[in-house]
């Protein structure tokens, strides 16, 4: 369950920590900024694993997602992550009742992430086989779901040629698959060769699909370990707004990762401004996915913290 990312450390409370007080200062409490000017063509989404500690530990329901991003974000897009879920990937009637879960709160589902089916990159070519099915029943409840994609990760063999080679034929083959659901396959950078972006963009310009695609993440351009965050210590690291500059000609969704934020309400690692501005001269005009994932404010204050940092830049950018 925890291998999608390393747990993060138990939230560290401070005095130069922000206080709810100190986001309050900063608007990070508003729930109807959307409708401000300025923020028209702005699509939020909240990711669930945002909130992963708190359902991890049983504080949260998985199953009341949708609710919870409408009711105490007001967000009404979402993003689920295929971990809180593993006993029921092929039970059709729990999606079901998850889609009407959604429905009845006004909440769209955009996407489920994907981990932990087996890697798509293999040069085994039973293994790999093994690995792209293990995919399709989360495309399958993702179409009940009504959602429009299914997050992958690309990883496999260390030899990249070998890992090309290897991962063009399983993107294949599961886009062929998602296709007659109409669903799409995006690549998120997630380590390794995940995170080069030269290379993703050039296998999914080779697979040329137009189901395929990628889910560039603000975060996450690690090279030199499996999930890839930059959070942490990272012996090589790809450029991250080199890296989302080239996933976004092919992207069907955006992750705004945060981690930890300064007196000002800004990350303290990524330059939203710059980041976001990208995006926006990009053309992307699908939903931006809200994923906090820092160790110092709590999970309900940094998604309220990342959410007002994100329309504060987006304003600014006119």
């Known amino acids: 369950m925890m291998k999608r990312r390393s747990f993060l450390k138990k939230t560290v409370w401070s005095a130069a920590a922000l206080s709810t007080s100190s986001l309050v200062a ?28 708190q359902f991890f530990d049983g504080h949260l329901d998985p199953n009341d997602f949708a609710s919870i991003a409408i009711n105490t974000y007001g967000i009404n897009a979402v993003e689920y992550v295929n971990q809180f879920y593993t006993d029921s990937g092929e039970d059709e009637k729990f999606w079901i009742n998850m889609k009407e879960r959604a ?31 293990n995919h399709f029943k989360w495309v399958n409840a993702a179409k009940i779901l009504g959602c429009h994609s299914i997050r992958v990760n690309a990883f496999g063999e260390s030899a990249k040629e070998a890992f090309r080679t290897a991962i063009i034929d399983s993107m294949g083959q599961l886009s062929n698959y998602a296709a007659r659901e109409n669903i799409n396959i995006i690549i998120e950078n997630h380590g390794l060769y995940s995170s080069d972006g030269k290379l993703i963009a050039e296998i999914i310009k080779q697979v040329n699909k137009p189901n395929f695609g990628t889910l560039p993440d603000f975060g996450n351009w690690c090279l030199s370990a499996k999930w890839g965050s930059t959070q942490g210590d990272c012996s090589e690291a ?7 500059s080239e996933f976004l000609p092919f992207a069907k969704a955006v992750s705004a990762k945060s981690y930890n934020f300064n007196a000002k309400g800004e990350d303290t690692k990524i330059d939203y401004y710059k980041m976001l501005h990208i995006v926006k001269n990009s053309g992307y ?12 404010l709590s999970e309900h204050e940094g998604i309220l913290a990342t959410k007002a940092l994100i329309e504060k ?6």
Not at 29 to 52: F, I, T
Not at 238 to 244: A, F, L
Not at 285 to 296: D, T
Not at 313 to 318: H, I, K, M, P
């Open 313 to 318: 830049v987006w304003r600014s950018l006119g």
């Open 238 to 244: 790809y450029d991250r707004y080199q890296g989302v």
């Open 26 to 53: 900063y608007g990070f409490n508003s729930l109807d900024n959307a409708r401000e000017k300025g923020l028209h063509n702005l699509k939020l989404s909240l990711a669930q694993w945002s909130l992963h500690r």
């Open 103 to 133: 429905d009845n709160v006004g909440v769209k589902s955009l996407l489920i992430m994907v981990d932990d089916e087996g890697d798509l990159g293999l040069a085994n070519d039973k293994e790999r086989k093994k690995s792209v099915e």
């Open 285 to 296: 005009n699908g939903h931006i996915g809200i994923e906090y994932e820092g160790e110092i």
